[in-house]
């Protein structure tokens, strides 16, 4: 439908124009009368079945003509019409990924392992488990830094991408480091809440959150003020499994087309390179577009030496966004536990009063255990499997992800090349 509205807007004939106008307004009342009931996407597509049915009903009487004005001016409203279902189609894709993500586990040093596991646990052993669990994660991340800095000194810098990825509310005295693909959408729509109490999530669709939230990263504040909020505020940060990411990157930006076309041109920009660099004979329009890249491809541009510093921020590394080893975070939490999780860090923020974590209404547990993303893996090469297992190996220890690749291809080095590696 949005392929149809954008050909459409350019369109000569007034007739048609005044057609569309009305099909278009048609379509836009339609919505409006069911989008605070529609929560999830059947009832979406059934809304837009009406909305066809609707068309197909119509006849419309198209002898008058319009004056060139009229028709700009339509042109103008299409416009905004089209940016109103392509926020619908991303709204669409993050319930999706929540669908997948929102879900609640007991806590365990291995609850992202074995998220399926459940038994009831009274809810003052659940406090005493987070807060263990907190602090072995901390601990953690203390140990692999104070290995590192004892041969790098280099390797507690604030990193200038943490500075663009933590936003400040300071009303709160609080500051978040969000992790493209780490669930962060629905973090930004609670910071904006944080600062406009008479906003709601509902009320935030995904592309205001993302491109226009209005929030102040760190960056911000000049030297001083930049201290002051990391020695003062509380910090907290979320990460999820190194190889998850990398497959959620790759289903999200490329695998979709839908959203791929639509996606911003520095991403589009990517696969035009991936396309030329790794596929066999490109026909003209694969490079004109750089639709279609396949998982193949992508193994091959993300173990690819060559273009680790220019990674984008949705499979760059988490430690190099947020800096851990420079930061002291007071909170260290897990996408494959997000609900749960998320609802024990709002409550120590003392915020939970104010706005709660978004509990879909169709959002089940889901295994996210590593043999899905070991089959996703299984046409990776061995230097490939090397390669990632390098690139990713500090996420890998600092937030204690398992790599399955250590242990099935011991016979190709792997352990001791990641072992040397991460003390670089």
């Known amino acids: 439908m949005v392929a149809w509205m954008e050909a459409r807007i350019t369109a000569d004939d007034v007739s048609c124009v005044k057609y569309e106008k009305s099909m278009l307004q048609l379509t836009m009342m339609v919505w409006q009368m069911f989008k605070k009931k529609c929560k999830s996407i059947t009832c979406i597509v059934m809304v837009a079945t009406i909305v066809f049915v609707l068309h197909n009903l119509m006849d419309f009487t198209l002898n008058d003509k319009d004056s060139a004005a009229k028709n700009n001016q339509f042109k103008r409203q299409s416009r905004r019409q089209v940016d109103f279902l392509l926020d619908v189609k991303f709204n669409m894709n993050e319930q ?133 909020r990391l020695k003062n505020y509380r910090k907290f940060m979320f990460v999820r499994h190194p190889l998850s990411r990398i497959v959620s990157a790759y289903k ?36 004109t577009t750089g639709e279609n890249i396949t998982w193949s491809e992508w193994l091959q541009y993300i173990a690819d030496p060559t273009e680790q510093k220019k990674f984008d921020r949705h499979w760059k590394e988490m430690y190099k966004l947020c800096s851990p080893c420079a930061i002291d975070y007071d909170y260290i939490g897990k996408l494959e536990n997000i609900k749960e999780e998320a609802d024990f860090i709002m409550d120590k923020l003392d915020i939970s009063h104010v706005v709660r974590y978004p509990d879909k209404a169709n959002s089940h547990p889901t295994n996210t255990s590593m043999g899905g993303i070991e089959e996703k893996f299984k046409e990776a090469t061995k230097y490939q499997l090397k390669r990632i297992s390098e690139i990713y190996a500090l996420d890998f220890r600092l937030f204690g992800y398992t790599n399955p690749f250590l242990n099935s291809h011991e016979d190709t080095g792997i352990k001791d090349t990641i072992r040397n590696y991460t003390e670089q």
Request: net charge positive; glycine share 2%; hydrophobic share 25%.
């Open 96 to 228: 999706q990924e929540d669908h997948q993500n929102n879900h609640s586990t007991p806590y365990s040093t291995h609850a992202e392992e074995h998220p399926t596991n459940k038994t009831i646990v009274p809810e003052n052993e659940r406090l005493q488990q987070f807060e263990q669990e907190q602090k072995r994660r901390k601990d953690l991340i203390q140990t692999v830094c104070e290995e590192r800095r004892a041969k790098h000194a280099h390797a507690t810098e604030l990193y200038d991408d943490t500075q663009r990825h933590i936003y400040v509310v300071d009303k709160y005295k609080l500051m978040f480091c969000y992790i493209p693909k780490v669930g962060c959408s629905n973090w930004k729509r609670i910071l904006m809440i944080l600062e406009d109490h008479s906003r709601t999530i509902d009320d935030i669709d995904s592309r205001e959150a993302h491109a226009r939230n209005k929030l102040k990263v760190l960056r911000y504040y000049p030297g001083k003020q930049l201290e002051n």
């Open 252 to 287: 999200n930006k490329y695998a979709d087309l839908s959203v791929f076309r639509v996606a911003p041109r520095e991403l589009r920009q990517y696969a035009k390179r991936i396309m030329k660099k790794y596929r066999k004979k490109p026909t003209k329009r694969e490079l």
